[in-house]
């Protein structure tokens, strides 16, 4: 089975803080991507990336960036953590183009910033 | 531009009772149509998915059929048990060209008492 690991299932950070969260995943998926999940909101996806050292923006990228230096692992970076961002993060990863869409999701990391 | 709409929960129903989710998407393009399903603590994980229009798709009892004339992806099952208390999305593959990108509704809690 398909693995997708989220390093952190919970943190509390501070206002202002630079926050990390990282995604590997075991089965040489070329797609990773990025949502949050708020309730009343579903999942929006903030960033997605379809090759090592490729990004592309999702639909709210704002406050956000991403990292992917090796195929298995994308990083979620949040420059200056604000209160807005407390929330659900989830990492997904799929395989190839014509299965891009077939997503592997993580459990979840649930970030509170105070 | 993109979008699904499902039906608000939460549905609270007893075991074995008739399941219906609705879900409507918007009519642009023809695009790949799924239901995703997220247990209790954990990440989402794909129910069933339908690519062209009149397909139905099924797993663990589940099924959704693809209506492009009613731009519907309803999801039924006919005799629901408590592990399928969860929550279930519905989502649309993204028009215009990258089918990278889903559009999730907003979920819709499902609540199964023995």
């Known amino acids: 089975d398909v693995k997708v690991t989220q390093s952190s299932r919970y943190l509390v950070k501070r206002t202002g803080e630079k926050v990390f969260l990282e995604c590997v995943q075991d089965?040489?998926?070329?797609?990773m991507f990025w949502y949050r999940q708020d309730p009343g909101l579903g999942l929006r996806l903030i960033y997605f990336s379809y090759d090592v050292k490729m990004k592309e923006k999702g639909d709210i990228p704002e406050g956000y960036s991403v990292s992917r230096e090796k195929k298995e692992r994308f990083s979620l970076i949040l420059e200056s953590a604000s209160t807005n961002q407390t929330s659900m993060y989830l990492c997904a990863s799929s395989f190839g183009k014509a299965g891009a869409n077939v997503l592997t999701f993580g459990a979840g990391s649930r970030l509170t910033v105070l | 531009g993109d979008s699904v709409t499902q039906m608000e929960g939460p549905v609270t129903l007893s075991e074995e009772a008739f399941l219906t989710i609705n879900c409507t998407y918007t009519?642009?393009?023809?695009?790949?149509l799924f239901w995703y399903v997220q247990y209790p603590g954990e990440g989402l994980q794909l129910l069933l998915k339908?690519?062209?229009?009149?397909d139905k798709g099924s797993n663990k009892g589940f099924e959704a059929t693809y209506r492009k004339e009613t731009t519907s992806f309803h999801l039924e099952k006919g005799s629901v048990q408590v592990s399928d208390s969860a929550v279930y999305f519905c989502a649309r593959e993204h028009s215009g060209g990258s089918n990278y990108k889903l559009t999730f509704g907003k979920g819709t809690l499902l609540t199964v008492n023995p």
């Open positions: 089965m040489d998926h070329e797609n």
């Open positions: 339908a690519t062209k229009a009149d």
């Open positions: 009519a642009t393009g023809y695009p790949s």
